[in-house]
């Protein structure tokens, strides 16, 4: 099945900085990569997601970009603020959007 | 509307008891997912359903572990009888089966002691 990895686990960054987050996914079939915010006593929360057919996508301060042939995707925060620490979480899907993998989490702390 | 809802929040049961966690999916998706949020392991799919019926539990851990969909609003995971490595938060998410992707409940705590 699909397999997808997570760097780095922990991530600190003082405000204003940008954050990178990055994945790696195995299975060259998956066409559906989205991202998750977790913040603590909650739920993840999708906040972008990219199709295999795209290269990058932004949506204000956070951007993907989509790597196929070395199946790599990343998440891009700039000017980050105090709440956006949170665990955030990239995913992968194979053959349609319904079954996503998840990638282990990566604990985001913003330093005022 | 209210988003995913899961009952109970916060689970504490012996060993041994069966326990019963609850999710109502958003009103219209046609997919109902159960994870488990561990430290170790992260996010598990334990259980898939679309319209109701059950597409893959190839997560479910164990033959202890049980998931029912009866109705289109309605979903129930069962655990029996538990055991403390049952402890973790499992979360509910619905989706409509396309982008953008699922909507996760709070997640129900379970601790078993």
């Known amino acids: 099945g699909e397999n997808v990895e997570q760097h780095p686990s922990t991530l600190s960054v003082q405000e204003g900085d940008s954050a990178v987050i990055k994945c790696t996914y195995s299975?060259?079939?998956?066409?559906?990569f989205p991202w998750y915010k977790q913040e603590l006593g909650k739920g993840p929360q999708l906040i972008i997601d990219?199709?295999?057919?795209?290269g990058e996508k932004k949506d204000q301060r956070i951007a993907v970009t989509l790597n196929k042939t070395a199946k790599h995707f990343s998440l891009h925060i700039t000017e980050t603020q105090p709440e956006d620490s949170a665990v955030y979480f990239c995913?992968?899907?194979?053959?349609?959007?319904?079954?996503?993998?998840f990638g282990t989490g990566t604990k985001l702390q913003v330093i005022p | 509307d209210a988003g995913v809802i899961q009952s109970p929040r916060h689970e504490v049961t012996e060993m041994g008891q069966e326990v019963t966690l609850r999710c109502k999916p958003i009103?219209?998706?046609?997919?109902l997912f159960w994870y488990r949020q561990t430290m170790m392991r992260g996010l598990e799919l334990l259980i898939y359903?679309?319209?109701?019926?059950?597409?893959?539990d190839s997560g479910m851990p164990e033959d202890r572990f049980s998931a029912k969909m009866p109705n289109a609003s309605f979903s129930t995971l069962k655990i029996q009888p538990s055991e403390p490595r049952d402890s973790a938060v499992y979360f509910c998410?619905?989706?409509?089966?396309?982008?953008?992707?699922?909507?996760f409940g709070s997640g129900t705590r379970l601790t078993v002691v």
């Open positions: 998410a619905s989706s409509l089966g396309t982008p953008p992707g699922y909507t």
């Open positions: 299975d060259s079939a998956s066409n559906y």
């Open positions: 990219i199709r295999s057919n795209v």
């Open positions: 995913a992968a899907s194979v053959g349609g959007y319904q079954k996503v993998t």
């Open positions: 009103s219209g998706h046609d997919y």
């Open positions: 359903f679309n319209n109701n019926v059950p597409i893959d």
